[in-house]
């Protein structure tokens, strides 16, 4: 169990690989370290199943609690579902990874990536994707690599590589880059309205170091002997493609030119040429060459139909620079939007449309109890926005089972939630939970930035004070040669057949989120900027038209959403507001009907759908809290009479007691020849003990009308900063 060790000086900071050492039986594996962060990637290559024509990659990315030192606080008592977190950095390794295979392999390949050790400096996420590489490649599957992954944060004028939990919650910026020896293969992106110059010039940052990673790895491969297996496509019979090429080039050529057709319409019209294309097979000779191919395979025509169908699009764009609907490269479909779509009962809504594509956000206003609590080995605060985002398949006009959120729906609604994530209001300001669903009512590309649309319009129907709008764009790429042309907005066939899937989601000033996925095996950064350039002119065209639907967010919230009111009291007196067992406070949420929240700085939040009952609360917590000094004079009522005295509330939640020789001057025998409960006295305090107790006294202090001293005035709430 030796194993090898090597190391890389990556940016002042040392990353251990070990190879040979750990999963003995894995096709490859690979410990990959850096300062107390273990990840544990292997890579592992089964023969291929009947009848599949796709390439059956699986991506998985495992957390253990124990690597944070931790039990799972499930009833189990260990891990189970994976949480968000795990998926979204499932998704991480699998998009850089899958263009890197070659097309034809049909093998079944897994890469599992557990996090075995966390220190909270160094995000486990990018030595995943790093490490996923090199266990391919010591697998010895067929991969047109090395990659590798970087993180790229912003800390005032500074790009900082790979920086810490703390330093990507500071920064402007949190961007991962993955690349090969190609060029850029996949962006990441969450950003503080960045404008475009800032956002390309990270990128870059970030390729260079990929570049430095990629080396190390071929570096360790030639050390250890290893080479590195080269895709060899198997030999096809191209008599089927060289036939459909033949018969069918004309007529699907004609129908991609008819602009003016739906997507249905076009769609529908594909199928009769393959359908015709099919009968005209089945009656060529039983021993024609072309029929036996399409009997041993019943796939065989669908698959090459779809290549020829692709390779005219992709020559009507770049030759005529003609897409299928007739829009110019840069051109933006037709856009709808409205806002107040549905009953104030639902607190906020918004209906994005962008061509055949149309999302229905909604926005729910919710108390700071709300907050999804994260478990998992993240360090990080509780979630107070979540974006949640579902894609029925009637959004395609398709059939099938209505399971939990995929992989796929986790990942939009992530995306999603980034954007808007850098424009929503200070917590200390509007202290609201808040939680958006973007259903997909109608699928034609770009959903994932159709639902950052719906989101900014719900948003605003819902009266949350959003810094600026965001507005998303999703961009695409055809690449023949040395021929590129870049796609504004693409709808579903341009994404199904095209090269890129770049998703650009930002304000008027900047970039709040980027998503980059690849079909190729990499793109020059200077190609990635010319996207990312081109795409600001079509968010801000987006976002004017979404300001027609709503300029500004509402003035009032609905009438169904709480009321919070919030405050901050002294940290050490948050025991007293709670009371012993929390009696206190439940005390005071029954009394008036409300909820109370306490953070641990002393916020309190009080959230009630009546203003009245919320001030209510306020008044008794600020009295509760109120620091009181002795020889003040207050006005209150008696509470409660014991046989050694009576209590007052001289502020409200706050008690104090008059012992029965404080009553009067003269003696008194029985508490209620002087006072009884619901009296209002005037009362001054005499001392407070060394518990805290309030001591009381009426002696010498006028009563009913008689001139007193005035009551000095409250102390103020602090406010919040």
């Known amino acids: 169990m030796q194993g090898q060790t090597q190391s890389i000086s990556f940016d002042g900071r040392e990353i251990r690989l070990t190879t040979g050492r750990y999963a003995p039986q894995a096709g490859g594996s690979v410990m990959m370290e850096c300062g107390d962060t273990s990840v544990l990637v292997t890579a592992t290559r089964s023969t291929g199943r009947e009848g599949i024509d796709f390439l059956p990659l699986i991506c998985d990315y495992e957390e253990r609690l124990y690597a944070a030192g931790r039990i799972p606080g499930s009833f189990m008592r260990r891990e189970g579902r994976p949480p968000e977190r795990a998926t979204l950095i499932a998704r991480l390794i699998d998009r850089p990874m899958r263009p890197l295979f070659p097309?034809?392999?049909?093998?079944?390949?897994?890469?599992?990536?557990?996090?075995?050790?966390?220190?909270?400096?160094?995000?486990?996420?990018?030595?995943?994707?790093?490490?996923?590489?090199?266990?391919?490649?010591?697998?010895?599957?067929?991969?047109?690599?090395?990659?590798?992954?970087?993180?790229?944060?912003?800390?005032?004028?500074?790009?900082?590589?790979?920086?810490?939990?703390?330093?990507?919650?500071?920064?402007?910026?949190?961007?991962?880059?993955?690349g090969?020896?190609?060029?850029?293969?996949?962006?990441?992106?969450?950003?503080?309205?960045?404008?475009?110059?800032?956002?390309?010039?990270?990128?870059?940052?970030?390729?260079?170091?990929?570049?430095?990673?990629?080396?190390?790895?071929?570096?360790?491969?030639?050390?250890?002997?290893?080479?590195?297996?080269?895709?060899?496509?198997?030999?096809?019979?191209?008599?089927?493609?060289?036939?459909?090429?033949?018969?069918?080039?004309?007529?699907?050529?004609?129908?991609?030119?008819?602009?003016?057709?739906?997507?249905?319409?076009?769609?529908?019209?594909?199928?009769?040429?393959?359908?015709?294309?099919?009968?005209?097979?089945?009656?060529?000779?039983?021993?024609?060459?072309?029929?036996?191919?399409?009997?041993?395979?019943?796939?065989?025509?669908?698959?090459?139909?779809?290549?020829?169908?692709?390779?005219?699009?992709?020559?009507?764009?770049?030759?005529?620079?003609?897409?299928?609907?007739?829009?110019?490269?840069?051109?933006?479909?037709?856009?709808?939007?409205?806002?107040?779509?549905?009953?104030?009962?639902?607190?906020?809504?918004?209906?994005?449309?962008?061509?055949?594509?149309?999302?229905l956000s909604t926005a729910t206003l919710g108390t700071p109890s709300d907050a999804q609590e994260m478990d998992d080995l993240n360090p990080g605060p509780e979630k107070t926005y979540l974006h949640h985002y579902n894609f029925p398949p009637y959004s395609v006009g398709e059939t099938r089972p209505m399971r939990s959120p995929g992989r796929r729906e986790v990942g939009h609604g992530s995306l999603a939630e980034r954007a808007i994530i850098p424009v929503l209001p200070p917590k200390d300001t509007f202290p609201y939970v808040l939680r958006v669903v973007s259903e997909v009512l109608s699928s034609n590309g770009s959903t994932s930035m159709g639902s950052v649309c719906g989101s900014t319009l719900a948003l605003m129907d819902a009266g949350v004070p959003l810094?600026?709008?965001?507005?998303?764009?999703?961009?695409?790429?055809?690449?023949?040669?040395?021929?590129?042309?870049?796609?504004?907005?693409?709808?579903?066939?341009?994404?199904?057949?095209?090269?890129?899937?770049?998703?650009?989601?930002?304000?008027?000033?900047?970039?709040?989120?980027?998503?980059?996925?690849?079909?190729?095996?990499?793109?020059?950064?200077?190609?990635?900027?010319?996207?990312?350039?081109?795409?600001?002119?079509?968010?801000?065209?987006?976002?004017?038209?979404?300001?027609?639907?709503?300029?500004?967010?509402?003035?009032?919230?609905?009438?169904?959403?709480?009321?919070?009111?919030?405050?901050?009291?002294?940290?050490?007196?948050?025991?007293?507001?709670?009371?012993?067992?929390?009696?206190?406070?439940?005390?005071?949420?029954?009394?008036?009907?409300?909820?109370?929240?306490?953070?641990?700085?002393g916020i309190v939040t009080i959230a009630s759908h009546d203003g009245a009952a919320a001030e209510a609360a306020q008044r008794i917590i600020e009295g509760l809290t109120r620091k009181v000094n002795e020889g003040e004079v207050f006005s209150g009522t008696i509470t409660r009479i014991i046989p050694i005295g009576a209590f007052v509330e001289i502020l409200p939640g706050k008690e104090g007691m008059i012992h029965i020789s404080q009553l009067s001057e003269a003696r008194v025998e029985k508490v209620d020849d002087v006072v009884k409960v619901g009296d209002e006295v005037t009362v001054r305090i005499r001392e407070i003990d060394n518990r805290g107790r309030i001591n009381l006294t009426l002696r010498g202090v006028p009563q009913n009308g008689e001139e007193t001293q005035s009551e000095p005035a409250p102390t103020p709430v602090a406010p919040l900063n």
């Open 103 to 178: 097309s034809w392999m049909r093998d079944d390949l897994q890469i599992v990536a557990t996090c075995l050790s966390l220190d909270e400096r160094v995000p486990a996420d990018v030595l995943a994707v790093t490490g996923a590489s090199m266990a391919t490649l010591l697998a010895g599957i067929p991969f047109q690599g090395p990659m590798a992954a970087v993180r790229v944060g912003l800390l005032g004028d500074d790009f900082v590589l790979n920086p810490s939990y703390r330093e990507i919650e500071r920064g402007d910026l949190d961007l991962v880059v993955a």
């Open 467 to 601: 810094k600026a709008p965001v507005s998303g764009a999703a961009m695409g790429l055809i690449k023949e040669d040395a021929e590129i042309r870049i796609l504004t907005d693409i709808q579903g066939i341009e994404d199904f057949l095209g090269d890129m899937d770049f998703k650009v989601a930002g304000t008027k000033d900047g970039i709040t989120a980027l998503q980059m996925d690849m079909k190729i095996t990499g793109l020059p950064v200077k190609t990635i900027a010319e996207a990312v350039n081109q795409a600001r002119p079509a968010r801000i065209h987006i976002l004017e038209k979404m300001l027609e639907a709503i300029d500004a967010p509402r003035t009032s919230l609905s009438p169904h959403a709480p009321r919070l009111l919030s405050f901050r009291i002294d940290p050490e007196l948050i025991g007293t507001v709670i009371g012993p067992g929390g009696r206190t406070i439940k005390g005071i949420t029954e009394r008036t009907n409300t909820k109370i929240d306490i953070e641990d700085g």
């Open 180 to 359: 090969t020896p190609d060029g850029v293969v996949m962006v990441e992106a969450g950003a503080n309205q960045l404008p475009e110059g800032d956002v390309i010039e990270a990128i870059d940052f970030g390729y260079e170091a990929v570049c430095e990673l990629i080396k190390a790895q071929q570096s360790i491969l030639k050390d250890a002997g290893i080479k590195q297996v080269q895709p060899e496509p198997p030999t096809q019979d191209t008599k089927l493609s060289t036939y459909l090429e033949k018969n069918c080039s004309k007529s699907i050529g004609e129908v991609l030119k008819q602009f003016e057709q739906t997507k249905a319409e076009r769609d529908s019209k594909l199928d009769a040429i393959k359908a015709k294309t099919a009968e005209a097979i089945d009656s060529l000779k039983e021993d024609d060459a072309v029929r036996k191919s399409v009997n041993a395979n019943s796939k065989v025509l669908s698959n090459n139909f779809k290549a020829l169908t692709k390779k005219l699009m992709r020559e009507q764009i770049i030759k005529q620079g003609k897409r299928v609907d007739g829009r110019k490269l840069d051109e933006v479909r037709t856009i709808t939007s409205a806002a107040g779509v549905l009953p104030k009962r639902v607190h906020g809504s918004g209906l994005f449309q962008r061509g055949l594509t149309q999302v």
